[in-house]
């Protein structure tokens, strides 16, 4: 069974960006993310993520159009 929830270093690791870039994604809301526990870490739905990656995929496609690539 897949996880329903990663933690802010998996999204890192899996976008290849810096943690300080994970958490400017959450705290601007352009990736939707939840607060957990006593420590209030950071969790994001594995779903969010994928649909996080197919507007970034959308947006890519948008630019080229226009011809800013």
Known sequence: MD???LS???V????NISMAQGYALVRTG????IQVGPKKV???EA?????Y???QYAKSRERLKAGEG
């Open 3 to 5: 996880k329903r929830f």
């Open 8 to 10: 802010l270093a998996d």
């Open 12 to 15: 890192v690791e899996t976008l």
């Open 30 to 33: 352009d990736l939707p993310a």
């Open 42 to 44: 950071w969790r994001i």
């Open 47 to 51: 779903s969010e993520l994928e649909s």
């Open 53 to 55: 990656i197919e507007r």
